[in-house]
């Protein structure tokens, strides 16, 4: 379809540009409810479906439609896939907030706008394509209320147009993305059409980036972390799921339950094989499960940093009762509300102590989609092997976003329930004692209600290891001695570190989660800018493996990168290491809400290396050290 006649605007052309392919970010400034989310997908599967590695990151509001909402898209030949800090091509939709999105960026960005925000008047450095999106949309859409979810597809068109995006694939993410709705999926298509015929029609590039295709994504898939730890649930045997809604965990329950209907239905009977409640609260929510963990189901619950807030005292009930639970924890910015859309690692010290009373629990921390899933999964296993909840610490970035993974491994290790009493088990030991150590590595033998083996009361009170009552101070010393046995027994069977040692590298970093991508790239820009190398540490779990104090050890300098204010994985590394250990320690802190990014990284640590940062149009460059190494 023929674009309407419309107004013509001149589009400023560099005349030396060289070509920038495959490396670009692309912002795209909305307002929430307008159906952007569908074109933003749309276009990331497309530059996905090319071949080239792409991440995709949105910024939401928390409160109602008519609020502005950003989404990033980043393509990267070399498949760095963490938030870019600068902006290459701008897509500015949103009155509210374009003219301080148009002055953000760097000098030689690209902006497609809507052309009745005049932007091109604010800057004479960036590359400006105005388009009349309202007169555009007329013609391919006659509804009106229809116009304002349509028009965002076109400019899905004008990028296709302006970076040599497929356009085939552009069709089959559409059809994806809007399969079951063929009238949707023509409309749709249209617009497309008629965006990319402007662009061809009206401007001339003036921009150097490009999209070409690629061979980085055979194999992999786009998928959610959310989306992924509820398939490591299924997977896991989960049949017990009671939460209550909270973003940014919310869509891992109803992820889980669409698939537990699909999945674990009793084809003779056609009765469901699980149970799933959404509790009155969080507090009610843990509470079912944890019941539902002693009396013998793999039992779940989600929620974010103010759930955790509610569930201490249940936490403390499951962690003294040594009842199996998994608790995922897809973490916020807090304090309070705070920021209930915005990313953080926030959660830390809360959780690892979670309740009153001398209480740790088991944390694991994925950093990849792919570790949702198989975290997730293992998750259950660690649960009922140490009858204790087990806490999986995600994040908004992690959970809601849309990352690039390997095709996950069907699961081929048998489900690991633990120390469940059968009856050769009670004819070797004699006689049963619900909290009675009988091999030495503080994990007791349990029974499951109904199972015919002998009963026990569960105590969260004072209880001796045949979980009589006592307030007996022997037997609350041996008990909890016990268990901390227990917790130290645990670190070997947690999901070990990931460590790449360089034994040219004086400098080290540890990290954690989605803080993880950030530093990968942050360790090529400091041997790419400065020629300094680095050695990395990623923690997988708490607590935390042996191997973390002879890494240290191998350093001068370990800097501890967190999305949080306090420093709270390093102040949890401070309780379990040597003053010595804790002197080579050093903090990168990134707590603004948005996914942490390399730049932020490579700067922090360059000044406290003793480097002067000198800023550039799209980076910082570190220049030769002053004396002394800083850090302090």
């Not at 973003?247 to 339950?257: A, D, G, K, W, Y």
């Not at 990168?588 to 990014?597: F, R």
Request: glycine content about 8%; proline content about 6%; aromatic content about 8%.
């Amino acid at each position: 379809m023929a674009p309407p006649d419309v107004a013509v605007k001149e589009t400023p052309t560099s005349t030396d540009t060289k070509q920038i392919v495959n490396d670009l970010s692309i912002h795209i400034a909305t307002v929430n409810g307008s159906g952007s989310q569908t074109a933003n997908l749309i276009l990331l599967r497309s530059i996905f479906g090319m071949g080239i590695p792409v991440s995709g990151k949105n910024m939401f509001p928390s409160n109602i439609a008519g609020l502005p909402t950003w989404f990033t898209i980043r393509a990267n030949k070399d498949g760095y896939v963490a938030r870019k800090k600068e902006v290459d091509f701008l897509v500015a939709m949103n009155p509210e907030t374009a003219r301080e999105d148009v002055l953000t960026l760097k000098p030689n960005a690209a902006v497609i706008y809507d052309e009745p925000l005049n932007l091109s008047t604010l800057r004479d450095d960036l590359t400006y394509y105005p388009v009349p999106f309202n007169k555009l949309v007329q013609g391919v859409c006659k509804p009106p209320k229809l116009r304002v979810l349509v028009r965002n597809m076109i400019y899905d068109g004008v990028l296709a147009q302006l970076l040599g995006i497929d356009r085939r694939g552009m069709e089959q993410a559409l059809e994806k993305q809007l399969g079951r709705k063929p009238k949707a999926v023509g409309l749709n298509q249209e617009a497309l059409d008629v965006g990319f015929q402007y662009a061809e029609q009206h401007f001339e590039k003036g921009d150097p980036y490009r999209v070409e295709p690629l061979d980085k994504t055979a194999g992999k898939i786009l998928i959610e972390g959310n989306a992924a730890a509820a398939i490591g649930s299924l997977m896991a045997g989960v049949t017990v799921v009671a939460w209550y809604p909270i973003t940014p965990s919310s869509s891992l329950c109803e992820t889980l339950i669409d698939y537990l209907g699909e999945h674990r239905i009793d084809k003779e009977t056609g009765k469901a094989t699980f149970a799933v409640v959404q509790a009155e609260d969080e507090i009610a929510a843990v509470g079912m499960a944890i019941g539902a963990g002693w009396a013998g189901a793999r039992s779940m619950t989600s929620t974010s940093g103010p759930g955790i807030s509610l569930m201490g005292e249940f936490a403390g009930l499951a962690y003294y009762g040594e009842i199996p639970t998994v608790i995922f924890d897809v973490q916020r910015v807090g304090p309070s509300t705070g920021l209930p859309t915005r990313t953080a690692q926030g959660d830390i010290l809360t959780t690892a102590f979670l309740s009153h009373g001398d209480t740790r629990h088991l944390m694991l921390f994925p950093s990849s989609v792919e570790e949702c899933y198989s975290m997730g999964m293992e998750a259950f296993d660690l649960a009922e092997r140490f009858q204790t909840p087990v806490f999986v610490m995600s994040d908004l970035d992690l959970g809601m976003n849309t990352w690039m993974s390997d095709e996950f491994e069907y699961p081929t290790k048998p489900i690991d329930r633990g120390k469940v009493l059968d009856k050769p088990t009670l004819d070797r030991i004699g006689k049963f004692g619900r909290y009675h150590d009988v091999d030495g590595d503080g994990v007791p033998y349990r029974t499951i209600p109904g199972d015919e083996m002998p009963a026990y009361f569960l105590r969260g009170s004072g209880h001796n290891e045949w979980a009589q009552y006592s307030e007996r101070p022997d037997d609350y010393l041996q008990n909890v001695d016990r268990i901390g046995k227990k917790f130290e027994t645990a670190r070997d069977w947690l999901p070990a570190p990931v460590v790449e040692i360089n034994r040219r590298a004086s400098i080290g970093f540890i990290a954690y989660g989605t803080s993880h991508w950030a530093v990968v790239e942050s360790r090529d820009q400091l041997n790419d800018e400065v020629d300094l190398e680095t050695s990395y540490y990623r923690v997988c779990a708490y607590p935390f493996r042996t191997a973390l104090e002879s890494f240290i050890d191998r350093h001068e300098r370990v800097y501890v990168v967190e999305q949080n204010r306090d420093a709270q994985m390093l102040s949890l590394m401070k309780l379990e290491l040597t003053p010595e250990h804790v002197s080579r320690l050093r903090s990168v802190l990134h707590y603004s809400g948005l996914p942490i990014d390399a730049r932020s990284i490579t700067d922090e640590v360059l000044l406290q290396e003793g480097y002067r940062v000198r800023k550039t149009e799209s980076a910082s460059v570190g220049l030769a050290p002053d004396a002394g190494t800083g850090g302090e």
